[in-house]
């Protein structure tokens, strides 16, 4: 039990690492003209397909969903992925990159809150604890302190806690689909239904020139293998051994791998203030890896 809680911690710090790269393609794609909005789509389209052909190949019983269960992959492709990747862009716009992504860790609060609903988890005070460490470190990386940097407005403010929560729903639809389902076959059907609901939002001239511009084409498919199918796959593993509000928590780390990547990759700034975050989050990983030490 104790080596696969400890495993569960370690697949959920690999997602965290995995999804941490999705600036530095976000930034690259970027640069060919490629709008984020069909970045995104992509994201989930090339993963899914990548997925499917490999389970169509090597495991074609993991593609059978039950008839029941497809409401359940609906709601969880649209709310879980479509939604979540389109109403953080679009929070993106409104109030910018760092404020956007601390209100998007406001995930790790969701998840415990709904857990303890849904799952019946238990709400101790070291989880708490976890969520306050967690929830503050991403808002000292996201230089909440730097008002020069912070743009509010209610629209911005409403778009970034959906992207939370709809993060959150992410987190808990992939718990509960794995109690009948693999890591593998959920993430597929997932990304596959994100896919088509955003199909429609997407322009045919943007469509054409990412699959007909080879370097395009080519690091839209890295990008779906490495942190989209990667990342999925290691934290719907992670999910199977480990509460879902604990790798909730154990996610919040993305940010702070992000900022390091951004130092050492796109000459970005590091600022005293976004360490002392990383350290805050680290702290949250540390008081609920304690869960599973074994005793005195």
Not at 18 to 29: I, Q
Not at 271 to 281: H, K, R, S, Y
Request: proline share 5%; glycine share 10%.
């Amino acid at each position: 039990m104790r080596s696969e809680r400890l495993k569960g911690y370690s697949l959920a710090l690999t997602a965290a690492a995995l999804w941490a790269t999705l600036g530095l393609f976000y930034r690259g794609l970027e640069a060919y003209g490629l709008p984020r909005i069909t970045i995104v789509f992509y994201r989930a389209a090339s993963a899914a397909l990548i997925l499917f052909l490999f389970l169509g190949w090597r495991r074609r019983d993991l593609l059978k969903l039950e008839r029941r269960d497809w409401p359940m992959f609906l709601v969880f492709g649209f709310v879980g992925v479509a939604a979540f990747y389109l109403i953080y862009i679009y929070a993106i716009g409104l109030i910018g990159m760092g404020m956007a992504a601390v209100l998007m860790y406001t995930a790790p609060a969701w998840v415990t809150l709904l857990s303890v609903v849904l799952f019946k988890e238990p709400l101790n005070g070291r989880k708490i604890v976890a969520v306050l460490l967690a929830c503050g470190g991403c808002a000292l990386i996201g230089q909440v302190y730097n008002l020069a940097n912070v743009r509010l407005n209610l629209l911005g403010i409403l778009a970034g806690l959906g992207a939370g929560l709809t993060y959150g729903l992410y987190t808990l639809f992939s718990k509960v689909a794995q109690r009948r389902y693999s890591a593998w076959t959920t993430l597929a059907y997932a990304l596959g239904v994100g896919a088509l609901f955003m199909l429609p939002l997407q322009p045919l001239a943007n469509l054409v020139h990412a699959v007909t511009t080879p370097p395009i084409l080519f690091w839209l498919l890295v990008l779906g293998l490495v942190p989209t199918l990667g990342g999925g796959v290691a934290f719907n593993a992670a999910l199977r051994r480990i509460p879902a509000s604990n790798a909730s928590i154990i996610a919040t780390l993305e940010p702070a791998i992000a900022t390091l990547l951004g130092w050492m990759f796109l000459d970005e700034r590091l600022e005293a203030p976004q360490l002392l975050g990383a350290g805050l989050i680290l702290a949250a990983v540390i008081v609920l890896q304690r869960e599973i030490a074994p005793p005195p």
